[in-house]
């Protein structure tokens, strides 16, 4: 079982940026490939960005492509993604989640996710 916590939510203003980072129990972490998702209030999850097991490979949804950047230290477990050029549309509850499967969609484990609030 892995278990992941998201840290780095809040509140920022519109224009600002922010680094989620999530952490993950499992020492076999490099094992996983690992995505972002995000679910705003009354919308369904949105996959955000992915990277790959070694970090050589990402995708990113196009809605935060050029302001998001997935990253990953398997050193220290953990995945991180910056948030730069908010905008008050990215406000949603933010959740990293590890898979397996070469899918990018497809995933095993969840994080309890972490809020960020962008104001204008």
């Known amino acids: 079982q892995v278990q992941l916590v998201e840290t780095g939510g809040g509140l920022m203003q519109a224009g600002g940026s922010l680094r989620l980072s999530c952490a993950a129990s499992?020492?076999?972490?490099?094992?996983?490939?690992m995505g972002w998702f995000r679910q705003a209030a009354g919308k369904e999850r949105e996959l955000l960005a992915r990277i790959s097991r070694s970090g050589g490979s990402t995708y990113y949804a196009d809605s935060v492509k050029g302001r998001f950047t997935i990253s990953r230290d398997n050193a220290k477990n953990t995945v991180y993604l910056q948030m730069n050029s908010l905008k008050l549309e990215d406000t949603a509850v933010y959740y990293c989640a590890a898979g397996s499967s070469p899918l990018i969609s497809r995933y095993d484990y969840w994080g309890q996710g972490t809020q960020v609030t962008v104001s204008s």
């Open positions: 499992e020492r076999t972490f490099s094992n996983y490939a």
